[in-house]
């Protein structure tokens, strides 16, 4: 089986276009996968769209499967949904999950894929990505039952991290932005909704990811004494100002980094675990609030100049694939 494909491509940035791509013979132990969705990873992608990856940050913010080069042309993104043409028996016809980028088929190792549980839907399952990084950032944070928790930003993250706390018992979970909007979001999620002015203080962790000086400096006030503030914004080449005078020392505050490339030492988990664990969990209808638009994939060149700044307002914007 080969042929081609088409795929998006970055070909300067802001600006994509579509191209064909080259489908390879597969091998012995590959999958040949037919895409069914993607997502568009609102904070990071976004970025890469724009150009603002630091040339310090090109070799480690590689995507497993990118091709080309930052700043472009490169084909870049790491959500994707599809359904298992060839392959072991045990994946044929099964929908999986693998960190593709935006192509309508592809050859990969079978170990690359992840099966999507039968209780979630496919188009939800582009989540799993961003659900990994939450799970991985609650890990780190290792919060307690009962314990007072904010979440600093109603992004793709923050909103996933959010969902997966407030299943934790007896906790106050309270998701804190700018946005107004992101309170019906809260809503959905089962958590408390507040304006950075109006947020609960008193925190055990908080979980920052609204990438702005403002949001990380309001996560530390929001901190109780010996609290933690679990950073998990990437700031691309933006310069980060922070007060560490003030209380910051006075109640021997926390600030800790957070990245899906890494696991907390001593989980005993592998990344195949954590992934997982991931779209297990997004069985839960309530990851659906994060699904914001759909787009139809021919039309992505269109649509990712508007996601980037911002004329789409969105969450998970998911790419529909034509069926064939």
């Not at 991985?136 to 991290?161: E, F, K, Q, T």
Request: contains cysteine.
């Amino acid at each position: 089986m080969s042929g081609d494909a088409q795929a998006f491509w970055l070909a300067s940035p802001g600006r994509g276009e579509i191209r064909s791509s080259p489908v390879p013979v597969p091998g012995r132990d590959d999958v040949v996968v037919r895409t069914l969705h993607t997502g568009v990873s609102r904070g990071t992608e976004t970025l890469v769209f724009t150009g603002a990856v630091p040339e310090s940050q090109w070799e480690s913010m590689r995507a497993p499967f990118q091709e080309g080069d930052f700043p472009a042309p490169v084909k870049y993104g790491y959500l994707n949904v599809g359904v298992v043409e060839h392959g072991p028996s045990a994946l044929l016809g099964r929908t999986v999950f693998s960190l593709y980028p935006h192509q309508t088929r592809y050859v990969v190792p079978a170990s690359a894929v992840t099966v999507v549980p039968d209780g979630v839907p496919p188009h939800r399952a582009v989540l799993a990505g961003t659900v990994e990084t939450a799970v991985n950032a609650l890990w780190d944070a290792a919060p307690l039952i009962g314990d007072r928790i904010a979440v600093v930003g109603g992004g793709m993250v923050g909103c996933s991290v959010a969902a997966i706390a407030a299943t934790l018992p007896g906790v106050r979970v309270q998701l804190v932005d700018v946005d107004s909007a992101r309170a019906r979001t809260a809503a959905a999620l089962g958590v408390s909704f507040a304006h950075p002015a109006d947020a609960d203080g008193d925190c055990d962790v908080v979980i920052h990811a609204s990438a702005t000086s403002a949001g990380l400096t309001r996560s530390l006030e929001l901190l109780a004494h010996e609290g933690t503030v679990v950073e998990l914004s990437w700031y691309g080449d933006k310069q980060v100002s922070v007060p560490l005078g003030e209380f910051f020392h006075a109640r021997r505050l926390t600030i800790r980094s957070s990245q899906v490339g890494n696991i907390v030492p001593g989980r005993r988990r592998s990344y195949a675990d954590r992934l997982a664990l991931s779209l297990e969990l997004l069985a839960n209808p309530a990851f659906e609030a994060l699904i914001t638009g759909r787009t139809p994939f021919a039309e992505l060149p269109d649509v990712m100049p508007r996601l980037a700044d911002g004329s789409l307002p969105a969450l998970c914007h998911v790419i529909d694939y034509p069926e064939e």
